[in-house]
């Protein structure tokens, strides 16, 4: 099902089945002769079907069409390398590449692991979350070869024409797309209305939090009438929504601090005392994959607090416990 949200400007929403963030938006735009896709959907059946009937729907000639992904994530990338032909321009963050690179060339996966190792991360649990990541099921199953794109670098689609934005936080390269004179912003998952983006500990990211709130303090003064984020609602008030991000991330920095006022805990031990939007009753019934987002979570807000000198750390026999400075 396609909606135009503009003239020239439709959105898909491409169904995650059981993921909860439940789909992904993608939005299409027409131009002279060619089509610019944002955003795809992961590498799996159900997003296949959904985005061929939206090709459909539309009449798009994937032999004239360019994409640009906003993230690094399954659910934004994954499906791009199904989807590019030979004649397709793919634009992606140029950090965001060189991270993957890296990634790829130091293992990634591993380090994380011995992150959450670290962290009090039960093995049984480590090995099921890694396991069943979207990022390792659903992620693109061929290279792609990106155009990158750099701060201020623009994007020309019609009569569309795009500025990009570094937004890094929720990934390390993670770009929104800004169009001034239709005031709209392509915020990817670094604003989104009805969920709380993921702010997650990343290898060779020195504090991730501090990066996201910079990053939406650097979108705040722009002037926008139309937020098209990368799932759920459209909306417009962008200001609001991130002053209320700020807020919810000093609840949940003040979160860690109580767990903390009892003694010295793990990061695995603090998440159970944070206030998680999910559909679970309690701690023991998350899923590993929702355990793993949520340590990385609280590594995150961790390492914001010790960086302003609020929690101190000391390994005891190969487990860093936290407590408070
Ligand atoms: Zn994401």
């Not at 993230?71 to 060189?98: C, I, K, Q």
């Not at 990634?103 to 099921?128: H, K, V, W």
């Not at 559909?279 to 998350?286: I, P, T």
Request: aromatic share 10%.
């Amino acid at each position: 099902m396609i909606e135009e949200i503009l003239p020239n400007l439709y959105r898909a929403e491409i169904p995650l089945p059981r993921n909860p963030l439940k789909a992904v938006n993608s939005y299409m735009i027409r131009g002279d002769g060619r089509f610019l896709i944002i955003d795809t959907g992961m590498n799996r059946e159900e997003c296949i079907r959904e985005m061929d009937s939206a090709l459909q729907e539309l009449g798009v000639d994937l032999e004239k069409t360019d994409f640009f992904i906003t993230h690094l994530h399954a659910d934004h990338l994954g499906l791009v390398g199904n989807l590019a032909t030979d004649s397709s321009t793919v634009y992606f963050s140029e950090r965001e590449a060189s991270y993957m690179s890296a990634s790829r060339r130091e293992g990634s996966r591993e380090d994380q692991a011995t992150i959450y190792r670290l962290n009090g991360f039960p093995e049984d649990e480590l090995e099921r979350a890694i396991g069943t990541h979207p990022g390792h099921l659903y992620g693109p199953k061929r290279p792609i070869v990106f155009t990158t794109l750099k701060e201020g670098d623009s994007i020309e689609c019609g009569d569309f024409s795009f500025t990009c934005i570094d937004t890094p936080g929720h990934t390390p390269g993670h770009m929104c797309l800004y169009e001034s004179s239709k005031r709209i912003l392509m915020s990817g998952d670094h604003i989104l209305l009805d969920i709380t983006p993921n702010i997650c500990f990343w290898p060779r990211m020195d504090d991730a939090l501090k990066e996201y709130l910079a990053s939406l303090d650097k979108v705040y003064p722009l002037d926008v009438d139309l937020v098209l984020p990368g799932h759920r609602t459209i909306w417009n008030d962008h200001r609001r929504r991130i002053e209320e991000l700020h807020a919810h991330h000093q609840g949940r920095l003040n979160e860690v601090l109580f767990a903390l006022e009892e003694g010295e805990k793990t990061a695995y031990e603090i998440a159970p005392y944070i206030t998680w939007d999910v559909n679970y009753k309690s701690w023991d019934l998350f899923p590993p994959p929702q355990k793993w987002f949520a340590t990385g979570e609280v590594i995150a807000h961790i390492t914001y607090l010790e960086r302003i000198d609020m929690i101190k750390r000391e390994v005891k026999e190969g487990t860093i416990m936290y407590s408070l400075a």
